[in-house]
């Protein structure tokens, strides 16, 4: 990590993978500046927290000018490194992990999903969207050493024991998509999305506080 990367708040840094997608779009449709009340618009960002966001990457907005995008994009693709592929392996080929592969996330970014793991005899020796699926049990032998970053789409109960193999062959990053909330030491960073929670957490919201809706 560069020094001006260190300096980044961890919110704001949360906020660049959503403005570098945004500044994508606009760059290939042309535009050459952009205002912060039109990306506020378009990503959902309150304006001031935009250029909060903003200062810290040098990007100083003018006045009835807005921020240049190309300035913008290449900080973006520097910060992210977006100009190398990082590749992820997943865990647990199930309805949730398929659909991942499926997906894969190359059409917003240098992400790959390059390598899966499952325990089921069907699945293993498979190729599911282009991504070979390996036996769990050769995990040890078979995770390349530059993969540090995991997708956790196993039943929750396996999810620890998994955890724990993942970090002694060195995955640094675990996005857990499993209920199970995991114990990693400090130096591990775990992102967790229960989409069962965040899917009724919605629906709570909408009962309990519903948005006015402007006349
Ligand atoms: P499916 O219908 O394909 O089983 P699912 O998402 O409903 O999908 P889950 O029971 O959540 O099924 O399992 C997800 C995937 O994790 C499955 O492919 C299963 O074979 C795999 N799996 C189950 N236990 C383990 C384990 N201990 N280690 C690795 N993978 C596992």
Redesign the pocket.
């Known amino acids: 990590m560069n020094i001006e990367q260190s300096k980044i708040p961890q919110a704001t840094a949360k906020r660049l993978p959503l403005y570098y997608r945004f500044l994508k779009n606009l760059h290939s449709s042309g535009k050459q500046r952009v205002s912060s009340a039109e990306l506020s618009d378009a990503v959902k960002v309150d304006s001031a927290t935009i250029r909060r966001d903003f200062s810290y990457f040098g990007a100083l907005g003018k006045k009835g000018y807005g921020y240049n995008v190309n300035y913008l994009l290449s900080f973006f693709r520097k910060t992210l490194d977006q100009d190398e592929t990082t590749n992820v392996c997943l ?8 659909a991942f592969l499926h997906y894969n996330f190359t059409k917003n970014n240098n992400t790959v999903i390059s390598l899966a ?4 005899k069907e ?1 293993i020796g498979k190729e599911i969207g282009g991504v070979p699926v390996y036996n ?1 049990d050769d995990l040890e032998e078979i995770l390349p050493d530059d993969v540090t970053v995991a997708i956790l ?3 929750a109960p ?1 999810a620890q024991a ?1 955890t724990d193999r993942l970090i002694v062959k060195g995955i640094k990053g675990i996005l857990n998509f499993t209920p199970a909330r995991l114990n990693v030491p400090d130096q591990i960073r775990i992102h967790h999305i229960d989409l069962a929670v965040e899917l009724q957490s919605l629906v709570y919201f909408l009962k309990h506080y519903p948005i006015d809706e402007k006349s």
């Open positions: 865990i647990g080929v199930g309805n949730l992990g398929t793991f499952d325990i089921d699945k769990l789409t196993v039943p396996a998994i």
